[in-house]
C-alpha cells in the first residue's frame, strides 16, 4: 500500500480545454441520490447540463462509454477536505511519518496530515471517488463552470481528468485493483498509470487532438525528466502549500501525473488508447518501467527480495525491539532519498539503473528508529554512483553505513556500530539469493495431473 493517500489530487497543471456544447449525457436514467445538506448537495438541472457537456466530452477523447450513471454531488471546501482527511488513517500516517522521518526525508516537526490538509484545501477542484463511485465538484467551481468563458476552461480540463478516472473504474474496476495486494513501488506505478491516462485525455481535450497516437507521437520526446518535474512542483503557481512541502511529499502526490503521462504517450504512440487499455491488463510492476516505459515493454522485472528474519540483531540495545515495516521503495523515492540537499529534491541519475529493493524499519532501538535496506542495481556501474550517492547522504547520519558489494548497496541508518557489520553480511547473502533466482526466470508453471 502507498504511504500517501491513494487521493484524486488533480493539481492546476491542465491544459486550457474548449468548453463542449451542452449535448444529452452519454449514459441513462440518473440514479436515486441522498438528501441535500447545506454543504453538500446533488445537481442542479442546469448544473446536470454542464455535467452532461463535460461526460460527453470525456467519451469522446478518451474513446470509452460509460456503462453506468455517475452521481455527481457539490461539495464546499472545508466539507471536501473533511471527507478526504477522514479516509486517512491515524496509523498509515503514523507509520509513514516514522518512516519517512527515519530516511531524512521529512523534518523531525513535520505533521503530515496537517501537511496533505493543507494540499488538499490548495488543490481539489474534484475528485471521482471510486470507494463510493461518485465524482464530488466543489461548489465554488461549479458556479465558475455554470459561467463559462476563459475562466471556466482550466476547471472543465480538471473534470473532465476526473471523468476519465469514473470510465477507469467502471471498465477496470479502480477499487478492485487499489485493494490488490502490492508493494509501495507496484502501487506508484498503478499510481501513475491511472494518473497518466487520464492527463493524457486531458491533454488531447485542450489540444483538440481526435488522434492520439499521433498526438502522443508528437508530444512522446517532450515529457519533462524528473529533474525538471522536480523543479517545476517547487513552483508556487501549484499552491504555495505544495511548493513547499518536502521532497517526498511533492514527488508522490504530483509526480504520477507527468511521469505516468509520459508512460501512456510511449504506449499510444505506438498504438493509440487501444495500447494504453492494454497496460490495464498487464499492469506495469515498478516505477523504473514508468519512468522508463521501454523497460516496460521489454517487461524487465524487478528482482525480488527477501531480507531474513534478523532476530540476533534485535533488541533495546540492537536494531530495536519492533518492526514497523518492509516494503519496496522503488527508483523513485530512491531517486528522491538520494536527491536530499540538492535543489531539485531528487537525483535521477544515481536512481536509474535500479533493479530491486527491500526496506525495513525498526523503533525502539538506541538511536531511534532504524533503517535497513539493501538496494540492487543492473551493473557494478550503477551500483557505484548508487554508493557515492547513498554515501553522500548519510556522512553525517549518526548509526549510518553504507557498503557495496558487487551490484549490490547496503544502506543502514541509527544502527549501533556493533550491529552494522553483521546486519551487512546477512543482507548481502540475501542480496546473491536474489540474484541467483532472478537469473534463473520464474518456475514453470504446475503440469496438469
Known sequence: MSRFLFLALCVACAAPTPRPAPVPPPIAARPAEPEATATDRPLTPAERDVMASLQAAAVEVRRLPFLHPVVTRVRNAASITQRLSEQMEEDDLA?????????GLLPADTDIRDLLEGVLGEQVVGYYDPDQGEMVIRDDVMATLLRGGPAAEEPEGILVHELVHALQDQHHDLKALYEQDRNNDASGALRSLVEGDATLAMVALGARAGDVQRLSQQIAGNVPTLEE???DTAMPQGGMTLSQAPAIVRATLVVPYLAGLGFCTYWASKGGWAAVERQFEDLPLSTEQVLHPEKSASRERPVEITIPSLDDQLGPEGLGTEMIDEDTLGELELAVYFGQGRT??????AAAGWSGDRLRVYRGGPMGAAVVWLTLWDDEDEALEAEAAARHVGQEIT???VQREGRAVVILRNVPRARQRPTTAALFR???????????????????P
Open 95 to 103: 507509520q509513514a511519518s516514522e518512516i519517512y522521518k527515519a530516511l
Open 430 to 448: 540475501a542480496a546473491r539469493e536474489a540474484i541467483d533466482l532472478h537469473e534463473a526466470g520464474p518456475p514453470p508453471p504446475p503440469t496438469a
Open 229 to 231: 518535474m522536480m523543479v
Open 344 to 349: 531539485s529534491g531528487v537525483h535521477a541519475d
Open 399 to 401: 548509526g549510518g553505513h
